[in-house]
């Protein structure tokens, strides 16, 4: 089993907080406590101070679910596109199942709280949700969807998820998640082309 550093902890940390605080409510402090990181930690690790901790969670968080894609396509055994989404769609109703609804995506969590204030973060969440978008393409595309139309279907599929996630915790209910999947699974299987 992998031992992190003090600095993978905060990064991994400052990703959870964001989760549930946003990135205003997400204290430095509190991101050292909860990596259980040294004191001076932080400004060794991130001398450009919360907004570099912050830019490198959000940065993990786009590295993260692509792996996530990854995974999740690789351990289909029918490799479908709506396969696939419900695979990505049942992570988090999972979560809210066991965990409650307290936690969101730390994407949307940056930009409803700070992306206006800020362009550098703004170009974070960007390069995130391209760091997702490209891999769930390249699936898509390797199930038979033509690559232009994977390209606007990984958008959609992203977007829904999204969207989802944030009625889920709004309702306090799972009830978004199946709905996203139910209405687009046939969308998405549709848009295979059988050779």
Known sequence: MKTYSP????VFSAAQLIRTQGVSGTGMREVVA???????SLQHYF???KEQLVDEAIAWTGTYVAKKVRQYADRLVEKTPARLYEALVAQWRDEFTLAGFATGCPLVA???DTVAASERLRAAVSKAFRN???PLAEELTAM????GRAASLAL?????LEGAIVLARAHQDVAPLDTVVKELGPLLDGA???V
């Open 7 to 10: 600095r993978e902890r905060m």
């Open 132 to 134: 997702w978008h490209g």
């Open 34 to 40: 909860r990596a259980e990181a040294p004191r001076g």
């Open 144 to 147: 038979g969807v033509p690559a």
């Open 156 to 160: 959609v599929m992203i977007s829904a």
């Open 47 to 49: 001398p450009g101070g």
């Open 192 to 194: 295979v082309e059988h």
């Open 110 to 112: 940056a930009t409803a």
